[in-house]
């Protein structure tokens, strides 16, 4: 897929998601196979600010390309300067959050309250559109409510804005991550839409995102949860092998766990952030209860490696005990 500067071969995105899509994280995607990685929402307003937390979400490596980099925020002056900051930054495009259902997003106007508002969502878009020569993407949701569902409505005001591409989760905010997604919404926007629609939602398996496809058109896949403890599934969606052995997600956890070390500068701070992770990592592993028990008693390095090593490679461990 080819949009302005933007090529991702084969079209598969890993779905940015706060306080996981770190760039450690995408370098490990971008490393078994996925082929496009976007950071962390990264909020407008803080980026023209010059805030501290928002100008380290927007650091990323070489290796992570092609890399979008998402904004939030309400005001299209300011959406459109902090355009400017992320192609500065030399990101091959800037994806608009339309979706985020969190509170204190919401709260601001920003992230999935713009369904509420479509016309402040267009101007948002014809601002970055008019501001920066990236390709401009927006990831939105079905509606603010079930209800309520206007994506077409809004997905059409976007792309008469200049949005190159839509990436749709088919839920409301109201659901956040309940229910199903309904991948009929985004056959529709498939159907009504001139621009390449990818699909996000309840993809948790290969063929969960072959059948995707085929149900609705969409051009392109996003993966979004399913990839915690499994940085895997992304690759394959891009024909990589899968899915791993134990073997394979030891060695990929370890490497995570380096990556971390390496970025954060402190490997008692790696040690915190990933303890979740690693959690993840084990689910369906014999031991991986018991492991998750023990999560808060690790403070290093070695001792997370360890008893990860202990659970993928003991033949002796009970099926029973990795139940999640």
């Given at each position: 897929?080819?949009?302005?500067?933007?090529?991702?071969?084969?079209?598969v995105?890993?779905?940015?998601?706060?306080?996981?899509?770190?760039?450690?994280?995408?370098r490990?995607?971008r490393?078994?196979?996925?082929p496009?990685v976007?950071?962390?929402?990264?909020?407008?307003?803080?980026?023209?600010?010059?805030?501290?937390?928002?100008m380290?979400?927007?650091?990323?490596?070489?290796?992570?390309?092609?890399?979008?980099?998402?904004?939030?925020?309400?005001?299209?002056?300011?959406?459109?300067?902090?355009?400017?900051?992320?192609a500065?930054?030399?990101?091959?495009?800037?994806?608009?959050?339309?979706?985020?259902?969190?509170?204190?997003?919401v709260?601001?106007?920003?992230?999935?309250?713009?369904?509420?508002?479509?016309?402040?969502?267009?101007?948002?878009?014809?601002?970055?559109?008019?501001?920066?020569?990236l390709?401009?993407t927006?990831?939105?949701?079905?509606?603010?409510?079930?209800?309520?569902?206007?994506?077409l409505?809004v997905?059409?005001?976007?792309?008469?804005?200049?949005a190159?591409?839509?990436?749709?989760h088919?839920?409301?905010?109201?659901?956040?991550y309940?229910?199903?997604?309904?991948?009929?919404?985004i056959?529709?926007?498939v159907e009504?839409?001139?621009?390449?629609?990818?699909g996000n939602?309840?993809?948790?398996?290969?063929?969960?995102?072959?059948?995707?496809?085929?149900?609705?058109?969409?051009?392109?896949?996003?993966?979004?949860r399913?990839?915690?403890?499994?940085?895997?599934?992304?690759?394959?969606l891009?024909?990589?092998?899968?899915?791993?052995?134990?073997?394979?997600?030891y060695?990929?956890?370890?490497?995570?766990?380096?990556?971390?070390?390496?970025?954060?500068?402190?490997?008692?701070?790696?040690?915190?952030?990933?303890?979740?992770?690693?959690?993840?990592?084990v689910?369906?592993?014999?031991?991986?209860?018991?492991?998750?028990?023990?999560?808060?008693?690790?403070?290093?390095?070695?001792e997370?490696?360890?008893?990860?090593?202990?659970?993928?490679?003991d033949?002796?461990?009970?099926?029973?005990?990795?139940?999640?």
């Amino acid at each position: 897929m080819q949009i302005r500067t933007l090529n991702i071969d084969p079209p598969v995105w890993m779905a940015p998601m706060a306080g996981i899509t770190d760039s450690p994280f995408r370098r490990l995607l971008r490393r078994l196979g996925c082929p496009a990685v976007i950071t962390e929402m990264v909020s407008s307003e803080g980026l023209i600010r010059g805030g501290k937390g928002s100008m380290e979400l927007l650091k990323f490596t070489q290796e992570e390309h092609p890399i979008s980099a998402q904004i939030f925020g309400a005001n299209p002056e300011v959406m459109a300067e902090a355009a400017r900051i992320v192609a500065g930054h030399g990101f091959d495009a800037v994806d608009i959050n339309m979706g985020c259902p969190v509170k204190k997003v919401v709260r601001s106007g920003a992230g999935a309250a713009l369904l509420k508002n479509p016309d402040l969502a267009a101007r948002i878009v014809s601002a970055v559109r008019k501001a920066v020569d990236l390709a401009v993407t927006v990831k939105m949701r079905s509606g603010w409510r079930k209800e309520e569902q206007n994506a077409l409505h809004v997905a059409k005001a976007l792309v008469d804005a200049g949005a190159d591409l839509i990436t749709l989760h088919p839920r409301s905010r109201a659901q956040f991550y309940s229910g199903n997604a309904d991948w009929n919404l985004i056959k529709i926007l498939v159907e009504n839409l001139s621009v390449p629609i990818i699909g996000n939602g309840d993809i948790k398996t290969k063929s969960d995102a072959m059948r995707m496809m085929k149900e609705t058109g969409c051009a392109g896949i996003m993966v979004g949860r399913a990839a915690m403890g499994d940085p895997f599934l992304p690759g394959a969606l891009a024909q990589r092998p899968y899915p791993p052995g134990r073997a394979e997600r030891y060695e990929a956890f370890c490497t995570h766990l380096d990556l971390v070390i390496g970025w954060l500068g402190s490997e008692q701070r790696a040690v915190l952030r990933m303890r979740k992770h690693l959690a993840w990592y084990v689910r369906g592993m014999p031991g991986a209860a018991k492991l998750r028990r023990s999560l808060d008693s690790f403070e290093t390095a070695s001792e997370m490696k360890a008893a990860l090593e202990l659970i993928a490679f003991d033949s002796e461990l009970h099926e029973g005990e990795g139940k999640n």
